[in-house]
């Protein structure tokens, strides 16, 4: 626990009107993340946050109304969602493949308004995609996604992108934009290390950069930068860098742990209430692995802000038992906060959130793009 999830924040005074296990959005707070994300930025265009954090209209609109008009994506359905909300430029940050490749082909067609960018890392997905635009008379811009040493996605910066830029360029019905770097692997907790990490990083990627505008490729469009190495990359002044962060947004209670440094606050809870307490030292709570991110290890998926030496002790799918002598003061039924440490898995397991502002709830925001497909 640090500064950062400091109990006051999560106070609801009308708590027990709010259902149980129920996902929590702090209005203020998100709205003070991402204030200090364009700070950080440098302004809002050179921003594309990424929305599979809260996969949430009402966060797009107060984004949207901040000046920040290029967002990322990971899902058709996210990018649906975007386009919805009128979001002018987006970025698909997945390469299609299978029935994908035609929803991709749906999406250009439905919203023509919207400048759709997706990504690609190998020739294969480059000629379909090509060729199935081209069919549909459409076109799509593309990003060539590095692999920055996550080995996730992304070729090697080297000869094969390079061929991979030339083919691209040359194919009908693709618009080579320029490049992606995601350097998601860069979350050392220690400062210096991280920031030698990904600068490393980024020299490789300048280096390789230069060779592409040698060889009379342009290139209008970087995206790069998750929440560990945006502060770091924002730093770099490159004109046409947009810095791709996702977490900050809502935060989460472990990069506020790995990440003390940074001015962000958790914006994200979980109500969840007592719902057994039969043994001394211990509670058990409704918030079970069915209702928070279940991919951190057990023993560690949550914080309690009012009971910050809580040890949880045993959680399944809809309980969770915590202890600490400080829970002897709860009674059943009492309803608590618990921060959850990664946000977006626990945002895709709510189908609404109930938002607090000013430490009450003002309203439920859907997380819309929970669902895999919305009507493309
Ligand atoms: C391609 C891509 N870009 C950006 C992000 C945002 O990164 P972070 O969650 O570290 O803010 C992610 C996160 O998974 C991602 O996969």
């Keep these: 626990m640090n500064k950062n999830q400091a109990a006051d924040h999560y106070t609801i005074h009308?708590?027990?009107?709010?259902?149980?296990?129920?996902?929590?959005?702090?209005?203020?707070?998100?709205?003070?993340?991402?204030?200090?994300?364009?700070?950080?930025?440098?302004?809002?265009?050179?921003?594309?946050?990424?929305?599979?954090?809260?996969?949430?209209?009402?966060?797009?609109?107060?984004?949207?109304?901040?000046?920040?008009?290029?967002?990322?994506?990971?899902?058709?359905?996210?990018?649906?969602?975007?386009?919805t909300e009128g979001i002018p430029e987006i970025l698909l940050a997945y390469q299609m493949v299978g029935p994908n490749l035609k929803r991709m082909v749906e999406?250009?067609?439905?919203?023509?308004?919207?400048?759709?960018?997706?990504?690609?890392?190998?020739?294969?997905?480059?000629?379909?995609?090509?060729?199935?635009?081209?069919?549909?008379?459409?076109?799509?811009?593309?990003?060539?996604?590095?692999?920055?040493?996550?080995?996730?996605?992304?070729?090697?910066?080297?000869?094969?992108?390079?061929?991979?830029?030339?083919?691209?360029?040359?194919?009908?019905?693709?618009?080579?934009?320029?490049?992606?770097?995601?350097?998601?692997?860069?979350?050392?907790?220690?400062?210096?290390q991280r920031r030698l990490a990904v600068d490393n990083g980024w020299n490789r990627f300048t280096l390789f950069r230069d060779q592409v505008l040698m060889n009379g490729i342009p290139i209008q469009r970087i995206v790069a930068a998750g929440s560990g190495s945006f502060p770091i990359l924002a730093e770099k002044g490159e004109p046409q860098l947009q810095l791709s962060p996702g977490t900050t947004v809502l935060f989460d209670s472990e990069l506020a742990e790995i990440f003390p440094e940074m001015p962000f606050i958790p914006a994200i809870g979980i109500l969840t209430r007592v719902v057994s307490r039969n043994r001394w030292n211990e509670v058990t709570l409704d918030v079970g692995h069915k209702s928070c991110a279940a991919d951190q290890p057990a023993?560690?998926?949550?914080?309690?802000?009012?009971?910050?030496?809580?040890?949880?002790?045993?959680?399944?799918?809809?309980?969770?038992?915590?202890?600490?002598?400080?829970?002897?003061?709860?009674?059943?039924?009492?309803?608590?906060?618990?921060?959850?440490?990664?946000?977006?898995?626990?945002?895709?397991?709510?189908?609404?959130?109930?938002?607090?502002?000013?430490?009450?709830?003002?309203a439920q925001w859907k997380i819309a793009a929970r669902d895999r497909m919305l009507t493309i």
């Excluded at 060729?131 to 692999?147: S, W, Y």
């Design 107 to 192: 999406l250009v067609k439905t919203f023509p308004d919207t400048q759709f960018t997706t990504l690609i890392d190998h020739p294969t997905a480059a000629g379909q995609l090509g060729r199935l635009m081209k069919l549909a008379d459409q076109e799509i811009a593309v990003l060539i996604d590095l692999n920055p040493g996550m080995d996730r996605t992304g070729i090697e910066p080297g000869p094969n992108a390079m061929e991979l830029l030339e083919m691209v360029m040359g194919l009908e019905g693709l618009q080579l934009q320029g490049l992606h770097w995601y350097d998601g692997q860069n979350r050392h907790a220690d400062l210096q």
């Design 14 to 83: 009308d708590a027990d009107e709010i259902f149980s296990p129920g996902l929590l959005i702090f209005k203020e707070l998100v709205e003070h993340n991402l204030k200090a994300m364009i700070q950080m930025a440098g302004g809002p265009h050179r921003l594309c946050p990424h929305c599979k954090t809260h996969k949430t209209r009402e966060i797009i609109r107060i984004e949207k109304a901040m000046g920040i008009m290029s967002h990322k994506c990971a899902t058709v359905a996210e990018a649906e969602m975007l386009a």
């Design 299 to 362: 023993g560690n998926r949550l914080r309690f802000p009012q009971f910050p030496n809580a040890k949880e002790i045993n959680q399944t799918e809809e309980h969770l038992v915590i202890s600490d002598p400080a829970v002897n003061e709860l009674n059943l039924g009492d309803a608590i906060v618990a921060l959850p440490r990664h946000a977006c898995p626990t945002t895709a397991v709510h189908q609404f959130a109930d938002v607090i502002s000013n430490h009450e709830r003002v």
